[in-house]
């Protein structure tokens, strides 16, 4: 019953943000026109998780955090109720828009160390793999549906800013219910005892795994948002066909799922070998890019790069999950996404400076980041101890 709820509110807060995120993305292009008013605009989205990291990983750790995790939605919801009545004051204000997407991603920001934590004390430690791939195939199911029907909406002018937050304040508040009916459950009030951020970051430094998959997180982010930044402009300017944002988005969604399925065939290991290979693979995918520019060349690329991200994600979660005692978990979920998501305000910035002025160049610069970033892999590859996370 609890795995049922926690995979049921997930999914849906997963729907409502990405109806929302890719309406918003190409609603700021239409309005503003600018790849450096996108740029700033995920540049304040991702500020949001720099910020959050850190307190969420604390409320992770409280015996009231579940509490906290309806409060949050709750908040969510009235934010996107406030904006959906004040929307007319958006247009020709990237402040405000600033603002809202920053309000928004704070509630994402500090629900997800929580979740993660009330899923490691309601779960089985046996199923937290099969639970774990279960949420990441519902959630890529939902980007295969969701972003094409929110990008063909808006395209036809079906559905703007105002259906968008109208959305994904209903999103919250149905979290919020399912939520509620969690309380009872006496597994997810268990608190435990908690460990300081201090005592995190020496288990952390002391364990090779998490400490590589930590740093390389945050390499991989930097990048990553470039590929963000990208995406929007790049179908919406130089293909002149926005629908093929959505399509993009599906086809990642789609890689997601072969990424997560395969999970059964090829076990991940804190090694990361798989995905190391991948990587290189995904770059030459993004270079081809430069000399083919056209749809199927991009879905090709986004496909390939999300099957090994979520191979990834997946394995990073697990082994958290599953290796680090139960008062740790919180606040190494917090730190382990504070140095990733540091990347994200400062990348978005830069990339939307570099969009501005040449979009080949930010392809080069992603391309050779990740290629760096698996290089940095092969050579630490003595200090990560290599054994299966299930």
């Known amino acids: 019953m609890v795995e049922k709820v926690l995979l049921s509110s997930k999914t849906i807060s997963t729907a409502g943000t990405l109806f929302f995120n890719a309406v918003i993305d190409l609603w700021v292009v239409q309005i503003f026109g600018s790849a450096k008013i996108l740029g700033n605009t995920m540049a304040f989205t991702t500020l949001a998780a720099a910020i959050c990291s850190f307190i969420g990983g604390y409320l992770a750790d409280s015996s009231f955090r579940l509490r906290v995790l309806i409060m949050i939605n709750a908040a969510s919801s009235l934010v996107c109720g406030i904006a959906f009545l004040e929307q007319k004051q958006l247009i020709g204000k990237p402040l405000t828009v600033y603002l809202l997407v920053f309000l928004l991603n704070i509630g994402s920001y500090l629900s997800s160390p929580l979740f993660k934590t009330i899923t490691s004390i309601s779960v089985e430690k046996t199923r937290i793999v099969a639970f774990n ?10 980007t295969v549906l ?8 808006f395209a036809k002018k079906i559905i703007g800013l105002e259906g968008a937050l109208l959305l994904n304040g209903l999103s919250f508040v149905l979290c919020s219910l399912l939520m509620v009916g969690l309380r009872k459950a006496d597994g997810v009030k268990t608190a435990g005892n908690s460990n300081g951020y201090l ?37 919406t300017k130089i293909l002149h066909n926005a629908s093929v944002y959505g399509v993009a988005i599906s086809c990642q969604a789609v890689g997601g799922i072969i990424g997560a399925l395969s999970i059964k065939k090829i076990k991940l290991d804190t090694s990361l070998r798989v995905e190391r290979l991948g990587l ?35 394995a990073l979660q697990s082994l958290i999950q599953t290796h680090v005692e139960q008062k740790y978990i919180g606040k190494t979920f917090s730190t382990t996404y504070l140095i990733a ?19 080949k160049w930010l392809l080069v610069v992603v391309a050779l980041g990740l290629s760096s970033m698996n290089l940095l892999w092969i050579i630490m590859k003595k200090r990560i101890i290599i054994r299966n996370i299930e």
């Open 199 to 235: 005592g995190t970051i020496k288990l952390i430094n002391n364990s090779g795994p998490l400490l590589f998959m930590a740093l390389s997180g945050f390499i991989l982010n930097f990048f990553l948002s470039g590929i963000n930044v990208w995406l929007p402009y790049f179908t």
């Open 133 to 142: 791939r279960s949420i990441t195939f519902a959630s890529q199911l939902c």
């Open 146 to 153: 969701i972003p094409p029907a929110a990008t063909w909406l």
């Open 280 to 314: 290189v693979i995904s770059c030459g995918l993004i270079m081809l890019l430069l000399f083919a520019v056209s749809a199927p060349a991009l879905i090709l690329a986004m496909f390939f790069l999300a099957a090994i991200i979520t191979r990834y994600n997946i």
């Open 341 to 359: 998501n540091l990347a994200l305000p400062i990348a978005s910035f830069l990339f939307g400076q570099l969009l501005n002025f040449s979009w």
